[in-house]
């Protein structure tokens, strides 16, 4: 247990001593060079993909 609290204080030294400080974004979608190439993370792609598509034509089969 004394392990674990070391080493989150350590990993949040950053943030403790810095005014407004904050832990860093590690998210795709919070990289500035990601969002420019266009790649997503899987969770807002697998979103994009869910959602349904106002121009879909709606399918159906005659047997």
Do not use: W
Not at 22 to 43: A, D, L
């Amino acid at each position: 247990m004394l392990i674990v609290a070391i080493c989150v204080a350590l990993l949040a030294i950053k943030v403790i001593i810095k005014k407004n400080g904050r832990f860093p974004n590690t998210h795709v979608g919070g990289n500035k060079e990601m969002r420019r190439r266009g790649i997503k993370c899987v969770q807002s792609q697998d979103r994009d993909a869910r959602r349904r598509n106002p121009m879909a034509v709606n399918e159906r089969r005659k047997d």
